[in-house]
Every structure is written in structure tokens, then in C-alpha cells.
């Protein structure tokens, strides 16, 4: 604060499942993170980083990351173009000048990450028709729509697949039952049956 005014944040914070990750996996050991940032000037924001990389390194952290608000599954990364766009859910947004005080204060890009824009209005490439028309004939797979009464036993599934699927992905830090809980909560206000599917083999959720 100065003068009793808010003039910005920061986060600093240990994912305790993160350190037990492989380090080639991009944590690992001595891993520590800050994010939620927020700062009107330079200057504020080197001082909210500095106390944030002290309070890590009290800590014992050796390594930091960020921004990362709160975790990987939240807002992870740096928005460093595409500024003209609207927000996307779960990536971070930032203003542009952040990039050069982040630069500035030692910090080096250690991944890319992407956000692409689909036009929903067109129709799939002949290829994924193909597959999907291949998949239509096959009795031991079905594709259903979520069941939003049982939401939090669905989202439990569609979580779980997640976890299977991303654990060799740079970043990767399971959902632990509590998270997948919460994640269920946050997003079954913008869940609409016709727009999340479930693959099913012989039953069993894919």
C-alpha cells in the first residue's frame, strides 16, 4: 500500500506435489512459484517480488517459477502477445509492460505456452469426419453427453482421465480428490450437457 491506497499483489507459494515431480518435468525439488501479480509501477513490482523471493527462499526454495496463480490447473504463464484479445479462462492476462520488469528483475522464458482460436462454425477437417464416422460403427465405443445431475461423479471421471493423460507433460502435478472437488464446483455454472462428452470402451470412461 502507499498512502493507504492498494497499488499491488503478489503471491508466493510451495506446491508441495510439485516438488516431489521429476525436475525434467519441469519442478522437482527446491521449486517455488509466485503469481496473482498485480502492480501499478516498476518499481512496486520489483519490491513485491523481492519480499516474495525472500519469503521462498526462507523456505528453503532454491528455484522459482512464475507466474503461476496458484498452481498449473490455474492461471499458469505470462500473457507476452495477443493482448488485442479478450481473456481466456485459466491463462493468465497480463499487461504488456509486465514482461520487460519481469525480464529485467533475471527471469529467462523456460516454456511456451499456447492458446488457439477455433471457429466453431466451420465444419471438422475430412479426416476427423472419418475417424468420428469410423468410431460410430464400432458397438464397443459410445460417446455420451455429461449428466449434469450426477455432476460431481462426472466431473470426478473427466478429471481423472485428465490426470492419466497429462502426467508425462511438462508441469504436471496431479489433482488430488479435494482439488478435483473444488474444480467441480468452479466450473459447473458454465457446463452445458451438449458441450462435454464422455467417451466410453466396453463401459469403462476413456
Known amino acids: 500500500e502507499r498512502g493507504g491506497t492498494a497499488i499491488g499483489r503478489i503471491s508466493a507459494h510451495i506446491d ?3 516438488l516431489e515431480m521429476p525436475a525434467a518435468q519441469g519442478f ?3 521449486t517455488g ?11 512496486v513490482f520489483t519490491a513485491l517480488l523481492a519480499a516474495a523471493e525472500q519469503w521462498l527462499r526462507d523456505q528453503g526454495i532454491t528455484r522459482v ?5 496458484q498452481s498449473i490447473w490455474e492461471e499458469p504463464g505470462l500473457l507476452i502477445e495477443g493482448y488485442d484479445h479478450a481473456p481466456t479462462v485459466m491463462m493468465g492476462h497480463a499487461k504488456p509492460e509486465y514482461r520487460g ?10 516454456k511456451q505456452l499456447m492458446t488457439y482460436e477455433l471457429d466453431i462454425t466451420q465444419e471438422f477437417p475430412p479426416i476427423v469426419q472419418r475417424i468420428i464416422k469410423s468410431g460410430e460403427k464400432n458397438a464397443r465405443i459410445n460417446v455420451r453427453e455429461v449428466d449434469k445431475s450426477r455432476f460431481d461423479e462426472e466431473a470426478a471421471i ?3 482421465i485428465l490426470n492419466d493423460a497429462w502426467s508425462d507433460n511438462w508441469g504436471f502435478v496431479p489433482l488430488t480428490p479435494p482439488e478435483i472437488k473444488d474444480v467441480g464446483v468452479k466450473l459447473k455454472p ?3 450437457n451438449d458441450l462435454i462428452r464422455i467417451a466410453e470402451l466396453d463401459g469403462k470412461p476413456v
Do not use: C, K, N
Not at 37 to 43: H, K, L, R
Not at 101 to 110: D, F, K, L, N, S
Open 101 to 110: 520488469w519481469i525480464e529485467r528483475a533475471g527471469y529467462q522464458p523456460v
Open 33 to 43: 512459484q509466485w503469481g496473482l501479480m498485480e502492480a501499478e509501477s516498476e518499481d
Open 16 to 18: 508441495t506435489l510439485a
Open 190 to 192: 458454465i457446463v452445458f
Open 158 to 160: 473427466i478429471l481423472s
Open 28 to 30: 522437482g525439488p527446491g
Open 65 to 69: 517459477l512464475g507466474p503461476i496463480s
